[in-house]
């Protein structure tokens, strides 16, 4: 591919790229550096662009995994405070009890079934996407929302029962 057609080819997906890795990360600064990444990519193996049939579906393809990479790059600095604000969070605790309640909620989670400990423990405690956990685990997104959405239920439940006071008959 030379320069004409890379400019015509390929400049012109800029703005539908950046729409892409701002949905994706959430961050226009870096939207824009990954746009430019893949360009710079895209720039220096150009010769093999020729044999690609579908340009917008390879670069939509490349610029996606892009941004799933600098995500992943993310995650190791999560720490065990910030799981436990996205527990608390998700179960609209009062900050008082949070130690208390992460404790029990940590205790409580063997209770679940495997997919949704398995769900709640990659969503809640390892603040995954629902995407990799969808394709991690087999299901679809609107599985993997709606199994969480029952795990965090029965958490709720269950702390709540475990928290209850309990009146000793005499």
Same mark, same amino acid.
């Given at each position: 591919m030379n320069e004409q057609q890379f400019k015509e080819q390929i400049i012109p997906l800029s703005r539908r790229l950046f729409g892409l890795c701002l949905k994706i990360t959430g961050s226009s600064d870096e939207s824009k550096d990954i746009v430019q990444d893949v360009f710079l990519k895209l720039w220096s193996t150009r010769e093999d662009l *020729?044999?690609?049939? *579908?340009?917008?579906?390879?670069?939509?393809?490349?610029?996606? *995994?892009?941004?799933?990479?600098?995500i992943r790059l993310r995650k190791p600095t999560m720490d065990a405070d910030y799981a436990e604000a996205q527990i608390n969070k998700a179960l609209e605790e009062p900050d008082d009890d949070k130690q208390e309640k992460l404790a029990l909620i940590?205790?409580?989670?063997?209770?679940?079934?495997?997919?949704?400990?398995?769900?709640?423990? =990659?969503?809640?405690?390892?603040? =995954?996407?629902y995407n990799e956990i969808a394709s991690q685990m087999g299901l679809s997104e609107e599985n993997v929302r709606v199994t969480l959405s029952r795990a965090r239920k029965k958490l709720r439940e269950l702390v709540t029962n475990a928290t209850k006071p309990r009146i000793l008959n005499n």
């Open positions: *020729n044999r690609i049939e *579908n340009i917008p579906g390879y670069v939509t393809t490349i610029t996606r *995994n892009r941004c799933l990479d600098k940590t205790q409580l989670i063997p209770h679940l079934n495997e997919i949704q400990q398995k769900i709640f423990t =990659m969503r809640d405690m390892e603040c =995954m996407e």
